[in-house]
């Protein structure tokens, strides 16, 4: 069957279309659940005469349920739109807060960052997310989840980015219901009695003594930090050049516990239970202890989101397999996207979801064409073939989603993917006997340096693999229109190779053009170009001069502001880059522009000019330079201390 006959999937692209629109336009709560209990009640109505229940207006009316629901759904889910949020009443000034440590953020170069959750604003109960930062140098004790504080002082918002085609850290932790962030020091927030542990706090609990543990062992650090990854999915500790390295392998998944790790360990319960079925209540028996062990391994990964995710779909698979029915895997995977996006419909926005989901789906229909497209006889070529077909077909899937996220393209994740995945139970399987082992402290050290020479070959397989650049291509540009029409092309292109009709190759080779003609136009519209951007940087100054498609580059400091540049290069599409000094009189096309650094002294100049540039904290008498050079624009750059900006 095709994936639009199953009924499943028609239901999940309405919750998904209502789910984008209630975020894109938020309405209140009331209103929400007004019109979804109007397209339901319609939607009973044409259930309960037999005439309309098998016409267009049923099947209709059960969509727009699903749309209604979705944006019901993702209303409820906002923090901002309940009416117990603590926005409804604070009034921006001090106020004591009392918080709760929900999560343990990954750190900064200079912060620990954490989550935390509002309990009360000024003796009155409340709700909502704090994001939490302290600077490593304070003496706050090192905090854990569910440590409750008392804080006194303002919410501040989240700043969005300063310079042009930065991570919009901000509006990623808005997906998350987090606008505001807190800044404690041991001036302002006291630690108060923790009044007991949550699921996630016995979680947080076992997942520091397993690496307590895992660190008096012969493991090395890096060995440790790749096993915790792609065992427990925390990466806080993953070496920099390792996780690079996997990057540009495209093997990067491996370091994620997602469907990939749940579906190996799966594969591993059930070698283990098989037994279970020659008995009367076997299959009944074996089903529900692999649920136990897949939720079990969950709270043992500190039930993050991702794992959630993937053990919630293999739940459904697990059933599947129990009931011996012959269902097709694209059925259950839209009935497990179905239930967890109604459950946490902001998942929907999470780069992990999507991935997971794009190469699931990918697997469960495109790896059927292939497989039936060539059925090699040979036992040695026949697994090799299914592991291509299965590796071809998730990186089809994610294909649009990794060029807009990550523009980039690993040509070497078939050769990685051949090479590490058949291991991949053998390293889970025995990292998890492992992990147990040291948490009895009755680990070998034999054992443990076995698993190190494991972890360090595959290391160094990885990184043989990444160092071949010719691979690799970067630097791709990609923006969200292209990303759709990347994906209609592909889609469109499997629909054609799977029902070779006319009409489908019409509408590919319109998409094609299509993308085409989007990119031609970007190219165009960036070409037309002619700006100044003054970049904000903290200890240095530097200019972005774009003439078309040529980038003048005016700093100081090339290698500080390297990823931004190329940042800058990739979304403009710029062909050449050239980096200059910055001198403090310059021309930029016919428009003089003016540099004051800290020396304070003013070049020569004309009447009339385009720009000052104030850098560094000059201390200069402003209006008497004002009047002899008449600036357009003066700009004072990061550079500058915030008082004297403010003065």
Partial sequence: MKPLEFVSVKFSIGLLLGISFGWLFPISQELAILLSTICLIVTLLFFLFENYRKGIYFGVAALLSFVSLGIVAITLAQPKLSPHHYSRDYNQENGFWVIELREVLKPTDFNRRYLFQVLTLNDSATSGLFLGSVQKDDIISDLKVNDRLLYYGKAHPISPPLNPYQFTYDSYMESKGVYDQIYLNPGNSIQLETTGKSLKGWAAQLQLHIKKELSSTPLGTKEQGVLRAILLGQRNDLDPEVYQSYKDAGAVHILAVSGLHVGILLLIIQFFLKPLMYFRFGRSTSMIVTLLILWIYALFTGVSPSVVRAVAMFSFITYALYLNRPTAAVNILALSFLAILLIQPKFLFQVGFQLSYSAVFAIGWIYPLLIRFWRPRNGFIKPLWKLFAVSLSAQLGVLPLCLFYFHQFPGAFLLSSMLIIPFLGILLGLGILLVLLASLKSLPDSLALVYNQMIRTMN????????????????????????????????????????????????????????????????????????????????????????????????????????????????????????????????????????????????????????????????????????????????????????????
């Fill in 460 to 647: 160094e397989l990885i990184e043989y693999i990444a160092s071949q650049e010719n691979f690799i291509i970067r630097q791709i540009p990609m923006d969200r229109p292209g990303m759709i029409l990347l994906s209609v092309i592909i889609i469109l292109l499997v629909l054609s190779l799977q029902k070779k009709k006319f009409v489908y190759l019409c509408f590919l080779g319109i998409s094609i053009a299509g993308f085409q003609v989007w990119n031609l136009y970007l190219l165009h519209l960036n070409g037309q170009k002619d700006e100044v951007i003054i970049m904000h940087q903290v200890t240095s100054t530097a200019l972005l001069y774009q003439k078309g498609h040529d980038l003048f580059v005016l700093t100081n400091d090339s290698v500080k502001i390297k990823t931004l540049v190329e940042n800058f290069e990739l979304n403009r599409r710029i062909h050449s880059t050239k980096s200059i000094p910055v001198p403090n009189s310059f021309y930029l096309g016919q428009d003089q522009w003016i540099l004051i650094d800290s020396s304070g002294v003013l070049p020569p100049v004309q009447k009339n000019i385009r720009g000052l540039i104030l850098t560094q904290s000059p201390r200069i008498h402003l209006g008497r330079i004002l009047e002899q050079s008449c600036p357009d624009r003066i700009i004072a750059d990061g550079s500058n201390y915030p008082d004297d900006i403010r003065r």
